[in-house]
């Protein structure tokens, strides 16, 4: 394994250095393990790792390459890992959570056009004043998507999209167990929507503070 994570860091240290870029295509196994000092056996694991977390692409036939390292390709590894959390775990998403996404609605609130409000607004219409847990579940998710997006941070982007799996299950569970859920999660959303059209940032990160906050307090109690 010592040998392998050699291997992992004389390519990483390839990429890092610009010798190899995004699109490129990596010198034949035999070439590059002779260039790098390793066997080819290290050198395959190496390989298989890193495209594993989306660094290198392996494709039969034609070669291996280096990715477009773009950061939601990146991060796509984390959110394979988040899906293996433990339920005493969810907690800690959340709060990683509340820290991350009222941040990014803030940032979103000198960003977002008009139409993409309009288009928020009209998700929260078409539920009406009684949805169901799980169109209210799946509103949730494309809410806070849309306005992440308008944070124009693909790095926070990926990040908050990664930590989605294990929080939305908190927010069925909420659904399920606690009487004015809906009502509350629909007052929340229309409050960051307000703040977002009055451009007005702190009262933008002060909502979505609030409503993250609110599933992570019924989750504290019902653990």
Not at 5 to 27: C, H, Q, T, W, Y
Not at 186 to 204: N, Q
């Amino acid at each position: 394994m010592a040998v392998t994570d050699e291997a992992i860091e004389k390519i990483k240290g390839m990429i890092v250095s610009g010798a190899l870029r995004p699109g490129d295509r990596l010198p034949k196994e035999s070439e590059l393990a002779a260039e790098l000092g390793l066997s080819r056996n290290s050198l395959r694991e190496a390989v298989r790792a890193l495209s594993l977390i989306r660094i290198l692409d392996v494709r039969q036939g034609d070669g291996t390459y280096v990715t477009s390292l773009d950061p939601q390709l990146l991060l796509e590894a984390m959110s394979f890992v988040v899906d293996f959390h433990r339920d005493d775990t969810v907690l800690e998403f959340l709060a990683v959570r509340r820290i991350l996404e009222p941040a990014a609605t803030a940032m979103a609130a000198g960003r977002i056009g008009t139409a993409e409000l309009d288009a928020l607004e009209a998700q929260l219409d078409a539920l009406g004043p009684s949805p169901s847990v799980e169109d209210l579940v799946a509103c949730d998710l494309e809410f806070h998507r849309g306005i992440v997006a308008a944070s124009g941070n693909s790095v926070l982007c990926s990040l908050l999209e990664g930590l989605s799996g294990p929080t939305t299950r908190a927010r069925v569970w909420r659904g399920l167990t606690q009487k004015d859920a809906v009502a509350r999660t629909l007052t929340e959303h229309r409050a960051i929507l307000g703040a977002l059209r009055d451009r007005d940032a702190e009262a933008a990160r002060a909502w979505a503070t609030v409503h993250i906050a609110s599933v992570e307090q019924w989750l504290r109690a019902s653990l």
